[in-house]
Every structure is written in C-alpha cells, then in structure tokens.
C-alpha cells in the first residue's frame, strides 16, 4: 500500500476539524421561546400589542453560520509551510590543533649548595654580590691566611732540613761501603749504615707530606664556586670568625634551573614525563622559555592536595632566578591536520555522540567518534568529512531534531584555537 505523505495527513486532519466544529455551532442554535405571561388573579389590565418583527432569512443565515476560530484560521493558512530555524555554522576544515594546560609555579635550583670554608678562620675578604652569576673557580670568599702561611713556611724549612740530613747520613753510607770493600771493617758496620740512609729518607718524605698539608690548609682560606650559577644571599660579614658548620653564602647551580609546579587531581592523567613545556616570567614578558617535564612526585602534597611537578629548562643561560614566580602551559595533546569542531557542536547521547550538520536545509544528525575533547573543542576522528556545514549555533542553544527545516544566517570559515 502506497504511504501518504505526512502533509496530505495534516490538512485532511484540519478539514475534518473545520467540518465537525461547524456542526457543534449547527447544533447550539436554538429557537426563540414563547414570552410566558403570568395569570391574572382579579382584573385584567388591557395592553397594546407589540408589533413582532421576525427576522428576514438573510439574519437567520447569519445567525445560523459558525465563527472558525483564528487560531485554527491561522493553521489553515499556514498549511504546507514549516517554519525554518536560524542556525549559524561552521564549515569544516583540517587545522594543527594543540591543547595546553596552564599552571603556575616557581623557579627552582637544585642542587642549592651552601657555601662553607673547610677550617677555622677570620673572614678577610667576601667577593660576591646576591644575584651575581659566577662561573666555576671564581673566588667567592677568603680567611686571613697568616697562620696558614706560617705553617707553610715551617713545613717547608723542616723539609729542607731532612733533606740535607739525608743526604749526609747517604755520603757517610757511600764511606762505610767503601772501607768494606778495602777490608777496613766489618760487615754489620755496613748494614748499619744502610739503615741510617733509609730512616734518613722516610724523615724526608714525611716532612714533604707536611709540605703537602700546609699548602692544602692555606688553599682551604680561599673559597671557590664548585659550578656555574647564581649566588644567594651573603650570610657572613669580613672580620667574623667562621667554622666548617657556618654557611657563607648559597649557590645555585645554572646547571639545574628547573620549574616546580603542583597539578590539581583531576588534571593529573593529563600529564607524563617528557612533555614540552612553554614558560613566562613577569621578568620578561616577551620571552618564552622552553622546558620538558622531567619528574613526577609520587605522592600528593598534604597540604595543597596538589601533586608536584619538576620542569627542566632545556637552555643553560636562561637567566631564571630562583624563586621567580612562573606560568607554565603544559603541552598535554597535539595534533596535525585534525578535524576540529566546538564542544557545544556536540550532542551526547549515553556514550554516543552526534554532531548536527546542514544538508538540503535540514538539520542532519551524524554519529560521530571524538578523539580528543577539552571545555571548548573536540577532535573529531571519525564520522564528519571536510567542508561539512556543523551546526555551532541555534536560538537559545536548542537542540535540533534530525530533518528540521534550517536557515543559515552565518557561516564560519575558521576556529579561534588558543596558541
């Protein structure tokens, strides 16, 4: 059997209620009733007739004939017309897109060496400001070296005084060998003299050795910079007497500049070691700084309820300080030549999802296969194809219905996707 269309329906619906609500109109009409006078009891009081005008078969047509309701006027009027809903739509087109999660932090140096002299000693000299950059081998600090050098000089004279013994107590060794061999003397009176010769020599090495320690106890009065980097603040002044427990300074290594920050918990399977990382300091506004995420701490911070983040600059020299404040944005996804449409473009369904498309001006549901969806966008793998006409935008963000009649009023050519 050949199905009607639906239009044919809905106007023999409407005749059908034309002609029923013309037959209830047929039906109310009632005839005049007949005046009822009341009996009289005693006398009768004689009146004029009223002259009765009927009324002529045009006014009883009149009467007779039924008011269609507007509204109903209005559907009959309106049959075979939909109303078209104004839509504004994106056309579709493949663009590199890439998600960035910001976060802010702090500059960070690690290791962060306290600088600290090996000996005792009266601070003579300190030759760095806070927040100078040294290299490594630069003099950061001295201690007043005379009792150093008076050691030194002691050691050195005692070293030249077993040396000269030495060599005397071997000339007399090279005498005895030689009366030996004339028959002069005795044989142990030569090994004697071999023994002389060997304590004589071990004296000597021993005084080089305090030579060598002397010299080292005044090197430990000079205090060196361990590596490249930026030094802290000064924690001593020049005349104050230091031991090997008191810090003069903090170093922090160039070397080891990296970022820390703390990620909240439901951004936490965004990130993974070795993503890139994009970095602004308020110190310069216009720069970039480029990192790499190198740690993850395995724990949340009790007290934030963040879990920390260690970011590792990939430039050496890039002038960050310890303790600067910094935004960070976190490369968590990438895509080249993805399909990309709004968020508010899809319609979910349980664990479908549907995008509306214009086609022969009607809104046109299409199942489609998010690869990747953030608060504003979503990369479509699958279901949409370039140059489609996506549905981003209807009166009062309402839902279309697959084959509504569609009027576009505005086409969008391109996304404003953040950097």
């Known amino acids: 059997m050949a199905k009607i269309p639906t239009k044919n329906l809905r106007i023999v619906f409407l005749i059908l209620m034309v002609v029923f609500l013309m037959f209830l109109a047929k039906k109310t009409v009632k005839a005049p009733q007949k005046e009822v006078r009341p009996k009289e009891v005693k006398t009768r009081v004689t009146r004029p007739k009223a002259k009765v005008t009927r009324p002529t078969k045009e006014e009883k047509k009149e009467e007779k004939k039924p008011e269609i309701p507007s509204s109903l006027e209005q559907l009959l009027l309106g049959v075979g017309e939909e109303e078209k809903v104004p839509v504004k739509v994106y056309k579709l087109s493949r663009t590199d897109f890439q998600d960035e999660l910001p976060i802010v932090g702090t500059v960070r140096s690690i290791p962060e060496i306290d600088l600290k002299f090996e000996m005792n000693g009266r601070v003579a000299e300190i030759r760095f400001k806070e927040g100078e950059r040294v290299k490594k081998g630069d003099l950061i600090a001295r201690l007043e070296p005379k009792d150093a050098q008076l050691e030194l000089a002691w050691a050195e004279s005692k070293y030249k005084a077993a ?18 061999e004339a028959g002069a003397i005795v044989e142990a009176r030569v090994e004697e003299a071999r023994a002389e010769v060997k304590a004589a020599e071990e004296r000597a090495n021993v005084a080089k ?3 060598e320690s002397a010299k080292s106890r005044l090197e430990k009065t000079n205090l060196y910079a361990p590596c490249n980097g930026v030094m802290g603040p000064k924690e001593v002044d020049v005349g104050e007497f230091v031991t090997p427990n ?3 300074g903090t170093l922090f290594s160039e070397e080891n500049t990296f970022v820390e920050v703390g990620i909240i918990e439901k951004d936490i399977g965004k990130v993974q070691i070795g993503q890139r990382v994009i970095i602004n300091v308020d110190a ?12 993850i701490f395995p724990n949340l911070e009790a007290r934030t309820r963040t879990l920390n983040v ?6 050496t020299k890039a002038n960050l300080l310890p303790g600067m404040f910094a935004r960070t944005r976190i490369i968590v996804y ?7 449409v709004p968020s508010t473009a899809l319609i979910v ?14 809104a046109r549901n299409m199942e489609v296969i998010p690869e990747y969806i953030t608060m504003d966008y979503a990369v479509i793998s699958k279901g949409l194809e370039e140059g489609e006409l996506v549905i981003i935008e209807t009166p009062g963000l309402k839902r279309l219905k697959d084959g509504t009649p569609v009027e576009i009023t505005e086409t969008q050519e391109k996304l404003t996707l953040g950097s």
């Open 209 to 211: 050795q305090e030579v």
């Open 163 to 180: 040396l000269a013994e030495a060599e005397a107590v071997r000339k007399r060794a090279e005498s005895v060998e030689k009366l030996y």
């Open 334 to 340: 990438t895509k080249k030549n993805a399909l990309v």
């Open 310 to 315: 260690r970011i590792r600059l990939l430039e």
């Open 246 to 248: 008191d810090r003069i």
């Open 349 to 362: 369904e349980g664990r479908r999802y549907f995008v509306s498309v214009v086609k022969d001006d009607r």
């Open 284 to 295: 310069y506004p216009r720069t970039d700084f480029y990192g790499v995420v190198e740690n």
